[in-house]
């Protein structure tokens, strides 16, 4: 490069630096996919495949996932990162496999206190190389249909876009969440509705 700046000529521009590829390896901490206390009666598998703007799996994202509690309020039990098995806290970091694939176990998601508005949801953090930013978004279940209606966010989209955020029934306890990073080139699937806070 010193050579085409002593002629005059333009300089090539630096590369671009990217967060990562590190997720998978420094920040899973043991039994992060697993939200509900053992045993509980109402888990439910959330899972999917995360996939970039050509379709492929992304084999290194890490997924953060948050959720108030049966009462609809942040748990405050301590130690989110260290589950004991008996306590539900709300919070879970689940990294893809190698087909790029999740599995999430929790409890069935709550109307957040004092927003009676809000359907029940999990809210969702993905991390992924190539990103700057780490990317927000929702999941919500098919169950609470009527209250899609009200959602500030899901009653403000077009349908084919809030259908980005609904999680799809594959039986008792089980559902099915994809996530898109991107547009692929024929349109189809939609990339995944994000979400910018201010």
Known sequence: ?????????????????????????ALPFPGGARIAPDGHPDTCTVHGHVRDG??????????????????????????SLHRDGTHFTGFGRVPTDADGHYALHTLPPTAPAGRPDT?????????????????????????HTAAHATDPLLSTLPAHRAATLLAHSEGPSRYRFDIQLQHPPNGTPEETVFLTFR
């Open 1 to 25: 490069m010193p050579e085409a700046a002593d002629r005059g000529g333009p300089l090539a521009p630096t590369p671009a630096q990217t967060i990562g590829p590190f997720f998978g390896h």
């Open 119 to 143: 359907a029940p949801h999990l809210a969702l953090i993905v991390h992924a190389r190539g990103l700057l930013h780490h990317l927000f978004t929702r999941v919500y279940f098919p169950e």
């Open 54 to 79: 050509t379709g492929a799996p992304v084999w290194d994202a890490l997924l953060e996932f948050w959720q108030p509690g049966p009462d609809g309020r942040p748990p405050r039990e301590p130690g």
